[in-house]
């Protein structure tokens, strides 16, 4: 028997005893097994501890076993006896009821959690960790990190973390063998995403010094006339050699062009983004369209079934938004809660739905969402008492349906514990698990 399901068997008898206040005792072996009970108990002092329905473990212990979810927990921080700040994080693993196990991991902000086909791939400012159904395995990081921007598993079979490191991007990846590796990218900042196995921003000259230089001359070699006075410019964050970044794709700053994003709609060496094109004091959705291989970017305007630009604007947006390839549309859903799906040849587009709950005062609620093929889950912790409830909606059609409400996770939040009130940073669905369409 593994050790993680021996754990669970001896919490799960724990538990049943706070449930049922006694052990039943064999007849003809109660000193014994009185014996065997003290014991087990001496040894779940250390490792479990009972919130409702959730078990709260050393992080070695943690199994994936029945979960469908996993989530992150932290950017809390107070003072506690001394001036110095108090930092909690957790990573938390729930099944189709909202029941699950918890367990202690540093705080760092960003807290990106990532279920690939490896495991659930998370992290610490000293290590990363990737949780099977067979364990949980530690890796020691070379340097200590204290912000995450995004996670990603690469077609090379790798699992890869980029996080913010001084005036740049770092980029830590764990191979399939159990090696790892680690890229600077110093003085590279702007939207990062993956296309293969390649991690990819898109920046420009005016706020990534580090490729100035190298994004110029390769403009100059690409137009052969005049050079602007800015650029923007796609670059490879990992697998290169040398101090610079490779620069694959350049063309002059757009006017009135923004996006905040961590992930590229991917076709070939095409990469496409959501983003947004101040006109005239108006917000209107376009998409970028970066052709590595030509090194030139085209924007596509997006324009609904009657041929009308879709307006974006303060109730509106696309930032930061989760995504997938359905089809030929790319779908996404931002960090509003606002959902698009639009061809990324054509531009043709549609505007889909947004969450329906309030986001704002006492009374509204905190999301953050994941995305499938079939549609979007939005996991809602309520301002007011930090009840948590996972909903999803079908990309098409239907409503926003609650799949589980669970108070446990509030203890983990604000209650009964020492720090202010943290957030639930990210989450991830398990991979072939599609409950919400069920």
């Known amino acids: 028997m593994r050790m993680g399901e021996r754990l669970d068997e001896l919490c799960e008898t724990a538990a049943d005893e706070q ?40 992080v070695g212990f943690l199994t994936t076993n029945d979960a469908v979810i996993a989530l992150r927990i932290g950017r809390g921080w107070t003072t506690v006896a001394e001036d110095k700040p108090y930092y909690d994080g957790w990573i938390v693993l729930l099944d189709a009821q909202g029941r699950g196990q918890v367990a202690s991991v540093d705080e760092i902000n960003g807290g990106d959690v990532l279920w690939s086909e490896r495991g659930v791939f998370y992290g610490s400012p000293s290590r990363d960790y990737v949780t099977t159904d067979s364990g949980t395995q530690e890796i020691v990081r070379s340097s200590v990190r204290d912000e995450d921007v995004q996670r990603y598993e690469l077609s090379s079979g ?20 159990g090696t790892t590796s680690s890229v600077e990218n110093a003085g590279v900042r702007g939207n990062v995403g993956q296309c293969g196995s390649r991690i990819l921003a898109i920046t420009d000259t005016e706020r990534s010094e580090g490729i100035k230089s190298a994004a110029f001359e390769a403009y100059a070699a690409q137009s ?8 923007e410019v796609v670059v490879q964050l990992n697998d290169f050699d040398g101090d610079v970044p490779p620069v694959l794709a350049v063309t002059p700053m757009g006017e009135g062009l923004s996006s905040y994003q961590h992930m590229f709609d991917c076709e070939g060496d095409v990469i496409t983004i959501p983003s947004r094109k101040v006109e005239s004091e108006r917000e209107w959705l376009v998409l970028q369209r970066w052709d590595l291989p030509a090194g030139q970017r085209t924007i596509v305007p997006v324009v609904d079934e009657d041929g009308n630009a879709i307006e974006l604007g303060e109730d509106l947006g696309v930032s930061d938004s989760e995504a997938i390839r359905v089809g030929n549309e790319y779908r996404f859903v931002s960090s509003g809660g606002d959902a698009f799906a639009v061809d990324t040849t054509s531009g043709q587009g549609r505007y889909l739905f947004s969450l329906d709950t309030p986001t704002y005062g006492p009374d509204g609620y905190l999301a953050t969402f994941q995305v499938a093929e079939t549609g979007v889950y939005a996991l809602k912790d309520r301002r007011s008492d930090r009840v948590v409830t996972l909903s999803y909606r079908p990309w098409e059609g ?4 609650d799949i589980f409400t669970t108070r446990d996770l509030a203890y983990y939040l604000n209650e009964g514990y020492i720090s202010s009130a943290l957030d639930i940073q990210s989450f991830a669905v398990r991979p072939g698990w599609d409950g919400g369409a069920q």
């Open 19 to 58: 449930e049922n206040g006694r052990l039943k005792k064999s007849r003809h072996a109660r000193r014994w097994a009185l014996l065997l009970v003290v014991l087990s108990v001496a040894a779940l002092a250390w490792s479990c501890v009972f919130h409702g329905t959730l078990t709260r473990k050393p």
């Open 158 to 177: 790798a699992l890869a973390v980029v996080k913010e490191e001084g005036t740049g991007y770092r980029v830590d990846s764990v191979h399939p063998d």
């Open 224 to 231: 052969g006339g005049s050079v602007p006075e800015a650029l």
């Open 398 to 401: 239907g409503q926003w349906r």
